[in-house]
Each structure stands twice: as structure tokens, then as C-alpha cells.
Nanobody, 120 residues
Framework: QVQLVESGGGLVQAGGSLRLSCAASGSIFSISAMGWYRQAPEKQRELVAR???????GYSDSVKGRFTISRDNAKNTVYLQMGSLKPEDTAVYYC??????????????WGQGTQVTVSS
């Protein structure tokens, strides 16, 4: 079993910064992609950023230039540095990982979600 534990959400004023962390633990052989989705009230979940185990990254257009994703493969941890935050960034942020277990199965694992609220 693989678990993801997120931290770092909170309340921040517009223009401010926050850093989210997500650590994977459990029966992990390897992790390919990790990243973040977010879901605002009454909106669909959207992909914010992802990073593969080679360090290649991708971002949604709405956060490009403001958010930076990174990972520490030795710690199975992914980070999301969020800057120039806007009220429209307010959402629950969910970490995900595409993790291979020792049985050769790939699992899509989700974190519990962390609230980010940006006040105007």
C-alpha cells in the first residue's frame, strides 16, 4: 500500500506565496509521475502541474510562470512553490503519484487534499 501525505496549505493574501509538500510512503518500488490537481467549489478538478522522475515538468496555462513544481526522488516527495497567488487559485489541492509496487502494479495514488485560500 502507498500513502501520500500533504502539507503546507493555508490562508494567504493575494500576491503572496505558499509551498505545498507531498510525501509518499509505503510499499513503493518506484514512482514515475507526481504532481498536483486542484478543485475549486463547483468546478471540475484540474491538473495544475506534474513532474516525471527525469525532472520534466508541465503546467496548466493558468499557473505557468507563477508556480514551480519540483521533487526529491530520494525522499519520494514533490513540492509546489506557488507565487503571485490570486483569489482564483483558491481550491483544495490534491497531490498524486503514479507509483509502482513490488508486485509490478502501477497505482494512481491520491493525497487527502489541502486547502489553499487566497484573499483579495
Amino acid at each position: 500500500q502507498v500513502q501520500l501525505v500533504e502539507s503546507g496549505g493555508g490562508l494567504v493574501q493575494a500576491g503572496g506565496s505558499l509551498r505545498l509538500s507531498c510525501a509518499a510512503s509505503g510499499s513503493i518500488f518506484s514512482i514515475s509521475a507526481m504532481g498536483w490537481y486542484r478543485q475549486a467549489p463547483e468546478k471540475q478538478r484540474e491538473l495544475v502541474a506534474r513532474i516525471n522522475n527525469g525532472g520534466n515538468t508541465g503546467y496548466s496555462d493558468s499557473v505557468k510562470g507563477r508556480f514551480t513544481i519540483s521533487r526529491d526522488n530520494a525522499k519520494n516527495t514533490v513540492y509546489l512553490q506557488m507565487g503571485s497567488l490570486k483569489p482564483e487559485d483558491t481550491a483544495v489541492y490534491y497531490c498524486f503519484a503514479d507509483a509502482w509496487n513490488y508486485s509490478g502494479r502501477m497505482l494512481k495514488v491520491w493525497g487527502q487534499g489541502t486547502q489553499v485560500t487566497v484573499s483579495s
